[in-house]
């Protein structure tokens, strides 16, 4: 596994990161057997270049939700974040795939939909596949489920890639031949 000490930047150099996306397929996503369905979605929009499950760290799962754990830690007041994203997390299996395609994170980020499946669309895969909602997780004083997460942009993506695949890792960074046959 990937030390998230090298998420802070420059894994790697000469990456053109908007092409790139890593995509995190939540516990809930495995525990109901979606992770076929799911990337086989994404796989008709950007490559998948690589995927694999690995039951995440606490210093991954934290790297990773960094942004809840301190600027955004203040929208949160029905749950103990750090508290949750343990339970919901360490020693639970993840999906992790890395995406290539032009203007990845954004397109997937479009495709997965809004956080809270209860309003995501039904042409997106939160919508299609998400059970949960945004009201029963407050009520229960949880963090959502939400089947995915992928980067939200190209310095989103190479953080990520620091924290899932890390520095020995960099050799899968490269554009698969099969890219140019992709579709946008």
Not at 122 to 138: E, P
Not at 140 to 158: F, Q
Request: aromatic share 8%; charged share 25%.
């Amino acid at each position: 596994m990937a030390d998230p000490r090298a998420a802070g930047g420059g894994v790697v150099t000469a990456v053109d990161w908007t092409r790139w996306a890593v995509v995190l397929l939540k516990p809930d996503c495995l525990s109901r057997g979606l992770v076929e369905p799911v990337l086989t979605w994404i796989g008709e929009h950007v490559t998948i270049v690589d995927r694999r499950t690995v039951t995440p760290t606490e210093a991954q799962v934290f790297a990773h939700y960094e942004d809840l754990l301190t600027t955004r830690l203040a929208h949160f007041t029905w749950v103990d974040v750090p508290a949750d994203l343990r339970r919901t997390y360490v020693g639970q299996r993840v999906g992790i795939a890395l995406a290539y395609g032009e203007a990845a994170a954004p397109r997937l980020r479009e495709l997965i939909g809004d956080f809270d499946p209860n309003t995501a669309g039904l042409d997106t895969i939160r919508g299609r596949f998400g059970m949960d909602s945004l009201s029963k997780a407050m009520a229960e004083g949880r963090l959502i489920d939400n089947v995915i997460h992928t980067s939200d942009d190209p310095t989103g993506a190479e953080r990520e890639f620091g924290i899932w695949y890390g520095p020995t890792e960099h050799h899968l960074l490269r554009p698969p031949a099969t890219a140019e046959r992709s579709p946008r």
